[in-house]
């Protein structure tokens, strides 16, 4: 298929929303930080963690039947995070919110950092961040323990009362956290063009933001190289991936600048 003539149509249309204050909203999703070589969720289950069951993973029940083993699991991640770099479709999209302050606002399903590290300090982050830690429950003696308090160990414990931390990420059966969802939702209806880009459209509320922006009027912009469950709401579809194309969505030029 050749994108073209609709790429540089939706690059008018994010040419326009440019002119408005919180005029263009992004939604990423796994494929934007698979490119910089971070496995989807489902990807990293090989090899040894092949033979375990998802939710024994990410999950509450999973975390307090075997603590050490899902610990491991995620200091496992964490190193993948901290080895990768942004790719071309991060930088872009920091590139742009240089260039127009106070009109992008970029809302990740990702737990990793790569939107920060490009430049994109404001990212909305629905699934939390892998590399910070929160207690598994409150503290049982309400005293408030310090995270950087915690003894050593997989998982580290708190030494006072034996509370158990965790990584501060949503595990499944988990709310989203209800500041950063409530803000995802404000930047849906305010945006004039909203991207998404790199999700499968299948993790759910995530997944409805691109319905609340089209009924509030913006154009809904799919950025993937494969279908999503989400293509009916979109008024556009770009088959192709974040680094191929966000650089030329929201590239600087007389249509942009």
């Known amino acids: 298929m050749n994108a073209g ?3 540089d149509t939706v690059r008018r249309q994010i040419a326009q929303a440019a002119a408005h204050a919180g005029g263009v909203a992004v939604l990423t999703g796994a494929g934007m930080s698979a490119e910089s070589g971070i496995a989807t969720f489902r990807d990293a289950m090989s090899g040894l963690w092949s033979r375990f069951d998802p939710a024994a993973l990410a999950s509450e029940e999973g975390f307090r039947a075997d603590p050490a083993q899902v610990w491991r699991w995620y200091a496992e991640r964490r190193d993948g995070v901290r080895g990768a770099q942004p790719n071309a479709g991060h930088r872009a999209l920091a590139d742009f919110e ?8 970029v809302v990740s399903q990702n737990v990793d950092d790569l939107h920060q590290r490009a430049g994109n300090a404001g990212t909305i982050r629905l699934h939390g961040d892998i590399l910070q830690d929160a207690w598994l429950a409150p503290c049982p003696q309400r005293r408030g323990c310090g995270v950087d308090q915690a003894t050593p160990g997989e ?6 009362c034996g509370n158990l931390l965790r990584p501060a990420v949503v595990w499944f059966g988990e709310r989203l956290p209800a500041q950063a969802l409530a803000a995802a939702e404000t930047a849906a209806r305010r945006c004039r063009v909203l991207l998404v880009v790199g999700t499968s459209g299948a ?3 995530a997944a409805g933001l691109a319905a609340i922006a089209r009924r509030a009027g913006a154009t809904v912009v799919i950025v993937n190289p494969h279908p999503s469950e989400i293509d009916d709401e979109a008024h556009a579809c770009l088959r192709g991936t974040a680094a191929q194309l966000l650089p030329r969505l929201l590239a600087s030029g007389p249509d942009l600048d």
Do not use: E, F, M
């Open 5 to 7: 003539p609709a790429v």
């Open 98 to 105: 240089r260039r127009h302050p106070g009109v992008l606002t």
């Open 155 to 160: 998982p580290p414990r708190c030494a006072d």
């Open 203 to 205: 993790v759910w509320p």
